[in-house]
């Protein structure tokens, strides 16, 4: 599955939303900053709120925020298929993750190409999906980081299996092999005039 990334893009946030929704992507992924857990800070609630309700596809949405909680409560509304959170920016982990399970939404841990795959151990039974991060946090258009690979195979069989950042048609040679469920991509896709087409290189080299 293809999830697309619109943090990055040559059009505008409307623009690309509505083109990611008529595209063939799987799902949407919508990257939270808050200016805290990242120095960088893209959107207030009420504008995310506003710019996807409407939206067809399933929504994947990423929090690299600290205390995403707070968020979680306003983001369910939205019905997402995925929240994505960052252990280290997590006050309460047990809570968050029992919050988003009562409202059925299925749970993530993003892991930073610096962390462990381990850091998640305790909550592996309690979650749905890992996010292994092929870049820092932060920004889109960053160059992918080829030795998180090595984590992914640990949780193979045990939860659905997504990789995030740095994307394009050269990197996802890397990808060959590795079970992986979800493929994010960006600005690969975003800056380009035909998201299918870029979709599709995705799909048949990997
Ligand atoms: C990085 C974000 C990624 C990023 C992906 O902070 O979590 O989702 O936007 O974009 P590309 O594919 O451009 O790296
Ligand atoms: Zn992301």
């Known amino acids: 599955m293809i999830s697309v990334s619109f943090l990055k893009s040559k059009y505008n946030r409307q623009e690309t939303i509505a083109l990611i929704d008529e595209s063939q992507a799987s799902l949407i992924h919508v990257d939270l900053m808050d200016g805290i857990y990242v120095p960088q800070k893209n959107f207030e609630i009420d504008e995310i709120m506003k710019l996807l309700n409407n939206t067809k596809k399933p929504l994947d949405i990423h929090l690299m925020v600290n205390n995403p909680l707070i968020y979680i409560k306003e983001l369910v509304k939205l019905k997402p298929y995925i929240i994505t959170i960052h252990l280290d ?7 968050t993750i029992a919050y988003l399970k009562n409202f059925n939404i299925k749970v993530g841990v993003a892991i930073n190409p610096n962390e462990s795959e381990h850091i998640i151990d305790s909550y592996i039974d309690k979650i749905d999906y890992v996010l292994i991060m092929s870049v820092y946090p932060g ?9 998180v690979l090595e984590k992914i195979n640990y949780f193979k069989g045990k939860l659905l299996i997504g990789i995030d950042g740095g994307i394009n048609e050269d990197s996802i040679k890397y990808l060959k092999g590795y079970p992986i469920d979800i493929i994010v991509s960006g600005s690969y896709i975003c800056q380009s005039d035909n998201f299918n087409e870029r979709i599709n290189n995705l799909l048949n080299i990997k």
């Open 139 to 147: 920004e889109g258009g960053q160059k992918f980081i080829p030795s």
């Open 89 to 95: 920016g997590t006050l309460n982990i047990e809570e």
